[in-house]
């Protein structure tokens, strides 16, 4: 989660960016950074912690000219310090860059860019990124813009850059790769501004391009030209942004819903930033103070939740007891302490709630507090009443979740989840290193992948597959393992927003009631990846279509045989069993919303529902 801004024009270039910054420091406060060019040269100011220390310095050493960049940075790679700070420079301080991401190859980048003799003084990924850039103009790639077309055909991740040449004082070059963070362009009378979400630049300009992914903006103060990452020139017509905070906080996007959902590529990268110690091969969760022994001593877990954050739950149960070898039950919050639970020693008991404030969850939290569990809290509201009672805080970094159906948070709990578990499985020695960093391997790629999923070529088939089945009064979704709760998630989202009757079913249950439901009226979806239980849930597919249902599957990239037999097939990219969850729920969000729109409801405030359940 960062945030950044560039300028060039004829203002003071550094007053603009630190009132950018300003707008932008919710996206992260670990640090703070600004770079200007003047006389040829390009000169730093970076500050540990919050913007307020970046400003202190430069009242102290200010900075003029009238092009620069700045960052605010969330803390992925390396410590909370001044040398971790963006901007980043090469060996020669002739080139800085800002980036929000994870270069997920960064270290065989790394190593090949040290045998070349490349120096690095931070403990970053980022770092690797000016030093590739130095390297190509050294072997004789003519500019920056080349430079930078160059680094982005070999670096692997989800980013938004921005980088400065000193020997280019005309020119910034702004690049989106993925959809972990978005690049603004933004238009002004004879200068020009970047940014990474629309706030920082509002005050200035409502006339805008967006970047889409794998393309690039090289930007001048009279203007920008915009090309694909091959080279091949694009055109981009400005829009004019609305000034109101409602429309430019949906940033877009039709609905608050619909926004949340393309925001899953960043809100996944915010929420495992920092806590994935990719050279180490461990996850290193802030807001734990349980020992080793503690961890080794946890006899027990009964996660408590309502709602979506029972569905994520659910799909934690199948982490924690096989990455952590501990037994899990599963309660509604609503439901735990009316049934005087037994919490035996040696019990951990993890509350999972969006706001952090549903009555419910805090009263289950408190009952099991009161009978000797220590209690841990998975909350996305920072400060909340959940967050503040835990023995342990791990926080979901989606950022603000405006809609009441919950998409990026839920996606958000899972990733979570998955870290705990790897982290206890670690503490507990009953995960191997091997099998502990092909999933920290997978969850560095996950954003990526989401983004895959989310682009906007696909839209149109989500369109035409609402409206195939938005008149329908009811529908079956099925899942087997660890995707059932997704079936049952998927399930909650059209009923939630599409008030269309829908039923969650583990696929081996269809025997024992759920076949008589089955009519050639009835849509069906069933989640059918290549993993233990592909082969049951194919049967379960024919069994769905010897009945006459319209099966739509959820099927991994490249399987023919499921699109053999099923009326549709959406599919998602190949993905470790433990994490594709978080990739199987996408493609149902988006269906809900579809079927939503096609039927004329109310998306962001559907009838009956609140976002945050204070009553009981």
């Excluded at 694009?234 to 608050?256: L, N, R």
């Excluded at 919950?406 to 191997?432: C, E, H, N, P, Y």
């Excluded at 939503?596 to 559907?606: L, T």
């Amino acid at each position: 989660m960062c945030g950044i801004v560039g300028y060039i024009g004829p203002r003071e270039a550094t007053d603009i960016i630190l009132e950018g910054l300003c707008n932008l420091e919710y996206r992260g406060y670990d640090s703070a950074g600004i770079a200007v060019q003047i006389n040829g040269k390009i000169d730093l100011r970076r500050g540990a912690g919050k913007l307020s220390n970046l400003q202190k310095i430069l009242a102290e050493q200010p900075l003029t000219g009238h092009k620069g960049i700045g960052h605010t940075r969330w803390a992925t790679h390396g410590k909370v310090n001044e040398i971790n700070a963006h901007p980043h420079r090469d060996c020669n301080g002739d080139i800085v860059v800002i980036q929000n991401g994870i270069v997920e190859n960064y270290l065989p980048l790394k190593e090949t860019l040290r045998r070349e003799g490349h120096e690095f003084r931070s403990e970053t990924d980022t770092e690797v990124l000016p030093h590739l850039l130095e390297q190509y103009i050294k072997e004789g790639v003519p500019n920056l813009e080349s430079a930078v077309r160059r680094m982005l055909q070999n670096i692997e991740g989800s980013h938004a850059i921005v980088a400065l040449r000193a020997q280019e004082p005309e020119v910034m070059v702004a690049a989106r790769l993925g959809n972990a963070g978005g690049v603004v362009v933004g238009y002004g009378d004879g200068e020009m501004f970047l940014a990474s979400d629309q706030p920082a630049i509002l005050q200035h300009t409502r006339t805008m391009v967006f970047l889409e992914s794998g393309e690039m903006a090289v930007v001048t103060q009279r203007g920008a030209k915009y090309y694909k990452i091959d080279g091949t020139p694009i055109e981009k017509t400005p829009q004019t942004v609305a000034w109101d905070p409602i429309s430019a906080a949906k940033g877009g996007y039709k609905h608050f819903m619909q926004k949340e959902i393309y925001e899953q590529p960043r809100s996944l990268t915010d929420t495992i930033d920092g806590r994935l110690n990719v050279e180490a091969g461990r996850v290193e969760l802030e807001g734990i103070p349980f020992t080793r022994a503690e961890m080794q001593g946890f006899k027990k877990i009964t996660i408590l939740a309502c709602g979506t954050a029972w569905h994520a739950a659910l799909a934690g149960k199948f982490m924690f007891e096989e990455l952590a070898r501990i037994p899990v039950e599963v309660d509604y919050g609503s439901e735990y302490r009316y049934r005087n639970p037994v919490v035996e020693p040696g019990t951990l008991a993890i509350a999972i709630t969006q706001s952090g404030e549903t009555v419910d969850t805090l009263e289950a939290m408190a009952e099991a507090q009161r009978k000797g569990a220590r209690v841990a809290s998975i909350v996305n509201v920072l400060g909340s009443q959940a967050d503040r009672i835990a023995d342990a805080k791990i926080h979901v970094h989606a950022g603000p979740e405006i809609a009441v159906a919950s998409t990026k948070v839920f996606t958000g709990m899972l990733a979570d989840q998955l870290m705990l578990a790897i982290m206890l499985g670690q503490a507990r020695g009953t995960l191997d290193d091997r099998r502990a960093r092909q999933l920290i391997d997978g969850l560095l790629r996950i954003p990526n992948q989401a983004g895959e999923l989310l682009e906007l070529a696909h839209d149109a088939m989500y369109e035409e597959l609402a409206s195939k089945i938005y008149s329908a009064t009811d529908m079956l979704y099925l899942g087997r393992g660890i995707n059932y709760p997704v079936a049952l998630e998927g399930a909650l989202k059209i009923k939630e927003i599409s008030y269309i009757h829908a039923e969650g079913c583990p696929a081996g249950e269809m025997k024992h009631g759920i076949n008589a439901l089955i009519d050639r009226t009835l849509p069906v979806v069933a989640i059918a990846l290549n993993d233990a239980v592909y082969s049951k849930m194919l049967s379960n597919i024919e069994q769905v279509k010897a009945r006459e249902g319209i099966v739509i599957a959820i099927a991994t990239e490249g399987n023919t045989e499921v699109r053999e037999k099923a009326d549709e097939v959406i599919y998602i990219p190949p993905v470790d069993y433990m994490l594709s969850p978080i990739l199987s729920v996408i493609p149902l969000q988006l269906l809900a919303y579809k079927v939503a729109v096609w039927r004329g409801a109310d998306v962001d405030q559907p009838r009956n529902l609140a976002k945050s359940v204070t009553v009981e």
